[in-house]
C-alpha cells in the first residue's frame, strides 16, 4: 500500500511540475529562453564562438553614427543582464530604422551573434530576403522593426 502511495504521489508531483514549468505560459518559456540566450551570449564570447542565433532582452548603453560603408547600418551598444555589452549592427538598408532609440532604452531582439574581442556583434536583426537565413527583430516600445 505505501509502494502505491509513493508512486501516486511521484507521477502527481511530476504532473504539477511539468504544468509549473512555464510550458503552458508564454512569458515564462520567453523569459526562459532569453535567459538561455544571455548564458549563450556569455558562453560564446568567452569560447570565442560565432554564427549563434540568440534571443535577449537588454539596456542600450550608446548611440553610434550609421554605418554607411556597403549596407547601412544603425548601430548601438547594449549591455544584457549579466553585464556583457554587445554592438548591434541593424541593417536599415532591409529593415526600418528603430527610431527614437537612446541611452538608457530598454529593447529585446534576435539576430546573430558574432564574437569579438568588445564583446561581439549582434547582425542579421531583420528578416532575410532570399529565406536561407533565420529572421531576426529588434523590438522597442511595442514596436517590432525587421
Known sequence: MKNKLSIIA???????????????????NTNSSISKSNLTLQ???NQHKSNIIIKTKAT?????SDDLKGSKHQRFII?????????????IDLAPRVNGLKKGS???LKGEYEYNDKGGVIHWTHKDPNNRHPD???KYNNKTYQ
Do not use: C, R
Open 10 to 28: 511521484v507521477v502527481l508531483l511530476s504532473i504539477m511540475a511539468y504544468f509549473n514549468n512555464g510550458t503552458n505560459n508564454t512569458k515564462s
Open 43 to 45: 558562453d560564446a564570447y
Open 60 to 64: 542600450v548603453i550608446k548611440t553610434l
Open 79 to 91: 549591455k544584457i543582464p549579466s553585464g556583457q555589452t554587445i554592438l548591434v549592427a541593424h541593417n
Open 106 to 108: 530598454n529593447i529585446e
Open 136 to 138: 531576426g527583430w529588434i
